[in-house]
């Protein structure tokens, strides 16, 4: 049996969002409901220009939209890139 957090939906999309730092606590609340999102399979917190990177797992395009409406066109987000994954083209590296 899958687990299912290892379930596919489909479109996989990185997304790099910067936030505004005038709002601090805002972003510890928006962190947490990344954080129980259904598509949201991983976040990271990166150096540069952005401050995190969120890995989704969409049906559709639609879903993405719908996710982006309520959480990435509001405060503290103050932009975002979303990049999607077109086709995989390398497993893992050996080590």
């Not at 997304?15 to 606590?25: A, S, T």
Request: net charge negative; hydrophobic share 45%.
């Amino acid at each position: 049996m899958i687990n299912p957090i290892y379930k596919r939906k489909g479109i996989e999309i990185f997304v790099l969002v910067r936030f505004d730092p005038h709002n601090l606590k805002r972003i510890g609340t928006l962190m947490k409901r990344f954080g129980k999102h259904p598509d949201v399979e991983r976040v990271w917190s990166v150096t540069g220009e952005e401050d995190v990177v969120l890995f989704l797992n969409c049906a559709s395009m639609e879903e993405f939209s719908d996710f982006a409406d309520a959480y990435l066109f509001q405060p503290p987000v103050d932009g975002f890139l979303s990049l999607v994954v077109l086709k995989e083209l390398a497993k893992e590296a050996s080590v």
